[in-house]
């Protein structure tokens, strides 16, 4: 185990998914999924290691979508994830032959048009080609990583129409070929808020209710601990010192595994046995750190990007109120402390900010002794916020 | 990149070979430790790591970059991993990369500098892009993959914040999608900021690095990179210049303009040998030309708001506060602490905070020169004139403005800032240079660099220091050990400050450590007519202890104790006092009191085990020390006595152990040093003898036991002709016991020459030695000049003492060429008991001399009849075993080794065995003897197994081959 933060892991090194990864298979066997969380809490490596210990009879795809703007580009990107994976079998080769003459966008230096035209026929084709690769046996298991960020590309570059068209048409390729095609799209953009936008724009339908719309949970605190404490052995720390250290580590930033890689990695560059405080204070430079290294300011910037102003306002407010709570809060109680600050506020306005913000990841309903209680996801976005708004 | 072109390089480090950028590599080890051990993991196994190095400009990314790479492929070479990871090392400057399609190719170039057939198919990616642009990056792309498949692609490249702004969003994300499908790149990457690109979460590349901040150096990194420098460019003495401390204290002038970057510490390098101030400011004005455009571009490169403040920040010269700022920019304190920000992080601005409020100042005390050159309202350059308070005195600036006067004409430059830097002296009274003088003076102190301290106080004190500073140097200099140059500092001390008892103290301290006690003592005297006694009372009292004038120092000491009674050293000395007087009933009854007195205070309690080390009472000496310690374990005076008198009782591992903690804890201290070189080299610790005493060359360069230690380890190590060299330093010192200590070895090593030279020394010395003349018989034995070595036994002879010496070293003489009995009966008709045991190991081991030379060079044969002649003459003392302690020291010269047979042995071995059948002293030497021969003769170990255990012990020390094979 090497302190990495950042950067790629050995899958085996990845702690604390199995679980999620074990039902992510199990719904697959059903129907596609959705898996959304912030970027850095390990989304792609979980993608990465389902590819690697991948079950029997799935043939899996890895594609990042991020730099797709347009759909010939996913096409493309299609076929050069297939060219890269399977180029080597040879009943793929000769869909490689054909592959290489699909899909020109210039001759002799002039624009074709009938690619973005003839997309829908492409596209289905491209899955009909992957299905014909594998056996009848197999289903095809595309891992589209940043798929809500692709969507948005396309609704920038080439409209929402585009977005729309495309959404309707992956869902009845999935409908139609539910025996041999599965999707797992994951999102550092919620889903959610790209469907609003492209709601707006005048799509009525819900493109993706086929699939399970699941978010990427913290790892469990047994899981952070021993991912810290298999860091931890990686620094100058005493073998006897390691438990409470990585616990207290657990403790400050949560189930976050980027977090934690960064809090070691800080205890690592100390040259010395590091103890409890120096874990305090690479968890509190994370928050406190005038450069603002863990981004967190993005929590309120990306309330403006998303957000309309009169949501995003509503946002701000819950946000801030909840901050400074020692501990969960009921709604009731989160109400009155809305009022405080806005005596005009409707307890339906703010169960529908609760909702956004759940389905945002600000924050997680959870089970109270007298009914629900919400508090942040993430204890440090939460001290960040309450240091720096409150 | 034109790497390894260069050995030395300002702007470009990236083109400078292996060697040089390794010379003067400082202060970033842990970073490289970091980048190389995680690049190797990328290479080896599937995990990736992607560093980024953060730092300003100037800060030594280039070159740590480059020395990486350089390190790398020499790894990938060495583990034979070539075919696992293809390195791509991009130029400094990749100013054209536009596009995500421009960075693969600029990668493809940078991998066909080692396989250079990619170049056709890159080529083929240009003919593609003018067809077809979005096939040609899938043909890059696929290229890439096709040359890279199966191994790591490791990227290196430079100003990662532009090549971002290169690829802009959707190449960014078009790499990062990259890097995740492929899963096999590995990036070490730098840049001068952080930028959104990298800190933003909605950015692709957001926390994607692991981040290496590159600090500023410290001044003690900076020397060392000074210093480095200086020696890679040849200039040895600069380099050593710069590791003393009144180098440190110029090199402080040249950290505060650099202010830890790397690259302004290469650029100030030039003015670290230059003395005068015209010599400096040519190739100062000089850098400002060559650094005006450097930093004006990077003002260009800010947003006016930014620009304006750093001018202020120019202009003002020291740290400023955010509400200064904002006021004299005329901006908004929240506009202003938001551009100050952008500035902290772009490296421009530090910030610190006190209590309520930030300092501001700018990171680069060098940015000055861009605004500087356009202030034409002052005649002076600012930054020179503070350069100049910190390069001298104000005393030094202020005799340089009087000479101009003077010594006109003088070049107006020199003028205007040499009157701009007396000025601004004489207003702020700030004394710059000074202050890093006495910075350095603490530090030596600290660290116990005496000899450091007084050249520091020197430079004070010749500044028109004060009499603490003539105070310090004496004492300094006292602490070095170096007397002659206490009593000359100490008298100018005193003739500049008659008044002052302090300094006639540190005076007569000179005095004494010079031996000059009579000095000491008038000095002291007149100290004591000053005031202060009980300092002056103690040392005068030591100053009588060494004049052996017992009684008087007894009555200062008391005098101390009358004042202060726990003063543990007055009773020390009232204890040497007494024993001195002979009066050791009482001395040791005083030891006993101060036990008593004082049974939990370490420092009484090594005060007499001094004494009783001092009485040989080496055991209750041991006992007293052991309980110091054991009340303070620390105590490093219990530690180093206990080291002394461990020594004292011959042991020297024991001694060694001892004597190395307290070295440890007193890395300058001579003595200790110079007793634990003795404790190695006596317990067969050659190597570690030889660091030892090269280290107390280092704190005394003229402390001759250093070498004769060395010399004699390297002697032990076989290597003579480094020990011939070490001993030749003692020719020009006056230590005759040295020298003659070198002749033995020389003599033993064959180097008769040498052995002359260093005898010829002692003569010069002290003609009259004994000691001279026993060692030049040997000599002139040994080179078989038979008559000088009578000659040199006849002055021994007629010497006091010496008549028995005398006529032994004579027969020595014959014994080379005649029959042992015939030697023998020069000796005389008998010896007496009386003269022998006047000095009876000499007389003894002369004898043994005589029947080894004997032996040697006749073999065995006279030995029977020779040893009957000496039973006769040594007839006196043949009642205490005198004979058997003769063969024993016989057996101990390895006798056997020398000349004849194993039958001519055994013979004559025999003859001895039956003509001393009845001494009984001699039959164990005997059969030792014939066991020994036996076994040299045959190598059948069974001679030696016949003997007892504890004579065979006793033979290990002359039989080492029998007991490496057992």
């Given at each position: ?390 | ?87 791509a090392l991009l130029n400094e400057e990749e100013w054209g990369v536009a596009s995500y399609l421009d960075l693969v190719v600029r990668i493809l170039r940078a ?11 890159i080529?083929?990616i240009?003919?593609?892009f ?7 990056e899938?043909?890059a792309v696929?290229?890439l ?10 990227l290196l490249c430079e100003n990662l914040m532009d090549l971002f702004q290169g690829l802009g969003d959707e190449g960014q994300k078009r790499w990062r999608?990259a ?8 990036i070490?990457a730098t840049t ?5 690109a ?7 590349f ?761």
């Open positions: 185990m090497q302190i990495n933060p950042g950067g790629r892991l050995d899958t085996k090194d990845i702690i604390g998914r199995d679980n999620e990864i074990g039902r992510y298979w199990r719904v697959l066997q059903r129907q596609g999924l959705v898996l959304s969380a912030e970027r850095r809490i390990g989304k792609t490596h979980i993608l990465l290691k389902m590819r690697e210990e991948c079950q029997s009879g799935y043939l899996p795809f890895y594609q990042d979508l991020e730099a797709v703007h347009s759909i010939p580009e996913l096409i493309r990107s299609i076929y050069g994830t297939v060219r890269q994976s399977l180029g080597a079998m040879p009943n793929v080769k000769a869909y490689i032959a054909k592959w290489s003459t699909l899909l020109p966008t210039k001759v002799g230096g002039i624009d074709l048009p009938t690619a973005d035209a003839s997309w829908q026929v492409l596209l289905s084709e491209a899955f009909d080609d992957l299905i014909d690769i594998g056996d009848d046996n197999t289903r095809i298991l595309m891992l589209w990583d940043e798929f809500p960020l692709m969507l948005h590309n396309l609704q920038r570059r080439v409209g929402a129409d585009t977005a729309i068209q495309l959404l309707d048409h992956l869902r009845a390729l999935r409908l139609a070929r539910a025996d041999r095609l599965r999707f797992l799209f994951t999102g550092s953009v919620g889903l959610h808020l790209v469907l609003r936008s492209l709601r707006e724009a005048g799509n009525a339908n819900d493109p993706v209710n086929d699939m399970l719309s699941l978010a990427v949970p913290p790892i469990a605190h047994p899981d952070t601990c021993a991912l810290a404490a298999a860091l931890l052995h990686e620094t100058r720390a005493a073998p006897a010192h390691i438990p409470g250290l990585a616990s207290q580590i657990a403790n400050e930033v949560g189930g976050f595994p980027f977090y934690v890689h960064h809090v070691v990695d800080r205890l690592d560059q100390l040259g010395r046995q590091p103890n409890l405080e120096d874990v305090s204070a690479a968890a509190d430079h994370l928050v406190y750190a005038p450069n603002d290294p863990a981004s967190l300011n993005y929590y309120v910037t990306r309330l403006s990007l998303y957000y309309p102003e009169d949501q995003r306002a509503l946002a701000l407010l819950v946000l801030d109120a909840l901050a400074p709570q020692l501990s969960p809060t009921s709604v009731p109680e989160l109400l009155n402390l809305c009022r405080h600050r806005d005596p005009s506020l409707a307890n339906e306005q703010l169960r529908e900010t609760l909702t956004l913000l759940s389905e945002d990841h600000y924050i997680e309903r959870r089970k109270g002794a007298t009914g629900a209680v919400y508090d942040f996801r993430w204890a440090l976005v939460k001290k960040w916020w309450k240091e720096t708004r409150s | 990149m034109k790497q390894g072109m260069l050995r030395s390089s300002r702007y470009s480090p990236g083109n400078m070979n292996r060697e040089s950028l390794e010379a003067v590599f400082v202060g970033r080890d842990d970073v490289m430790e970091a980048v190389l051990t995680r690049i190797a993991k990328s290479i080896r196994g599937p995990q990736k790591h992607y560093i980024l190095l953060v730092g300003p400009r100037g800060s030594g990314k280039t070159h740590l970059l480059a020395l990486a790479y350089h390190r790398l492929m020499a790894s990938v070479r060495a583990d034979d991993v070539g075919d696992r990871v293809a390195v991998l066909a500098e080692e396989t250079p057939e990619l170049n056709a198919e080529a083929d240009y003919d593609r003018s067809r077809d642009p979005v096939n040609a899938g043909f696929r290229l993959r096709r040359h890279a498949e199966g191994k790591t692609i490791l999608a890097i995740q499908e492929d899963g096999n790149w590995a070490v001068p900021q952080l930028f959104a990298l800190t933003l979460q909605d950015n692709p957001y926390g994607f690095f692991t981040v290496r901040a590159l600090e500023k150096i410290d001044l003690d990194t900076a020397i060392d990179l000074l210093a480095r420098k200086a020696v890679h460019e040849g200039k040895s003495d600069l380099a050593d210049f710069l590791r003393t401390p009144l180098g440190r204290a110029r090199a402080r002038a040249v950290h505060h303009l650099a202010a830890g970057n790397h690259r302004a510490y290469v650029v100030l390098f030039d003015f670290l040998d230059k003395e005068s101030l015209d010599d400096l400011i040519d190739p100062f004005m000089h850098m400002v030309d060559d650094l005006t455009p450097y930093y004006q571009d990077r003002m260009r490169q800010l947003p006016p708001a930014q620009r304006k403040i750093i001018e202020f920040l120019c202009l003002e010269g020291t740290p400023a506060t955010v509400k200064d700022i904002s006021t004299h920019c005329l901006m908004s304190p929240q506009t202003a602490a938001k551009q100050i920000g952008e500035l902290g992080t772009a490296g421009f601005v530090s910030r610190n905070r006190s209590g309520r409020n930030t300092f501001c100042e700018l990171s680069e005390p060098l940015m000055r020169i861009c605004i500087e050159v356009k202030d034409n309202k002052t005649r002076h350059f600012r930054l020179f004139v503070e350069f100049l308070r910190h390069w001298f005195t104000s005393r030094e600036l202020q005799e340089r403005h009087a000479a101009f006067r003077h010594d006109e004409p003088v070049a107006v430059l020199d003028r205007v800032h040499v009157e701009e830097a007396v000025r601004c002296s004489l207003a702020d009274r700030k004394e710059p240079f000074v202050d890093a003088l006495h910075v350095e003076a603490q530090r030596c102190r600290d660290a116990g660099d005496y000899r450091g301290l007084a050249t520091i106080q020197e430079a004070l004190v010749r500044d028109g220091g004060s009499a603490s500073d003539y105070n310090t140097w004496v004492y300094a200099l006292v602490r070095a050990g170096d007397g002659g140059s206490a009593v000359a500092a100490g008298r100018e001390a005193a003739e500049n400050h008659p008044a002052d008892g302090r300094l006639l103290r540190q005076l007569a301290r000179g005095y004494f450590i010079e031996g000059l006690f009579a000095d000491a003592l008038a000095t002291i005297d007149e100290a004591i007519a000053l005031g202060d006694q009980s300092a002056n009372h103690c040392l005068r009292a030591d100053v009588l202890l060494r004049l052996e004038r017992f009684e008087e120092a007894i009555a200062d000491a008391e005098a101390v104790l009358e004042a202060e009674p726990d003063h543990w050293h007055s009773i020390e000395q009232i204890i040497q006092g007494l024993a001195g007087r002979g009066r050791v009933v009482e001395a040791e009854a005083r030891a006993r009191d101060l036990v008593q007195l004082a049974p939990a205070e370490p420092s009484a309690l090594v005060a007499a085990a001094r004494f009783y080390g001092s009485q040989r009472r080496l055991d209750r000496a041991l006992e007293l020390v052991d309980k110091a310690l054991s009340i303070d374990a620390d105590h490093q005076e219990a530690r180093r006595v206990r080291g002394f008198v461990l020594f004292d009782m011959a042991d020297y591992r024991g001694a060694a152990v001892e004597l190395r903690q307290s070295a440890s804890c007193h890395p300058r201290s001579v003595r200790t040093h110079c007793r634990l070189a003795d404790s190695l080299l006596f317990s067969e610790a050659f190597e570690e003898a030889i660091e030892v005493a090269e280290h107390l060359l280092d704190i005394d360069p003229e402390h001759s036991h250093s070498y004769l230690v060395r010399g004699r380890a390297l002697m032990r190590l076989g290597r003579s002709e480094e020990a011939i060299a070490a001993f030749d330093q003692l020719l020009p010192e006056n230590h005759c016991s040295s020298l003659r200590i070198a002749a033995g070895y020389a003599r033993n090593s064959g180097d008769y020459e040498a052995a002359e030279r260093y005898l010829n020394r002692f003569a010069e010395r002290d003609p009259r030695n004994r000691e001279l003349w026993i060692e030049r018989c040997r000599l002139y034995i040994d080179r078989g000049a038979f008559d000088a070595a009578a000659e040199s036994a006849a002055r021994v002879e007629s010497l006091p003492g010496g008549s028995l010496l005398g006529r032994l070293l004579a027969a020595q003489a014959v014994a080379a060429a005649r029959p042992l009995g015939e030697a023998l009966e020069t000796v005389g008709a008998g010896v007496e008991a009386e003269d022998f045991k006047s000095d009876e190991q000499i007389h003894q081991g002369a004898i043994v001399a005589i029947l080894t030379t004997s032996v040697r060079k006749s073999g065995p044969r006279y030995l029977p009849e020779g040893l009957l002649q000496l039973r006769s003459l040594l007839a006196s003392l043949l009642h205490e075993g005198v004979l058997g302690r003769i063969l024993t020291g016989l057996l101990m010269e390895k006798a056997w080794r020398f000349a004849g047979s194993l039958d001519e042995w055994e013979t004559a071995l025999g003859e001895l065995a039956s003509s001393l059948a009845d001494r009984a002293d001699c039959q164990i030497p005997l059969e030792m003897l014939h066991a020994a021969v036996a076994y040299a003769k045959t190598d059948d170990e069974k001679h030696l197994l016949r003997l007892p255990l504890e004579q065979r012990q006793l033979l290990q020390e002359v039989l080492p081959a029998f007991w490496r094979t057992d």
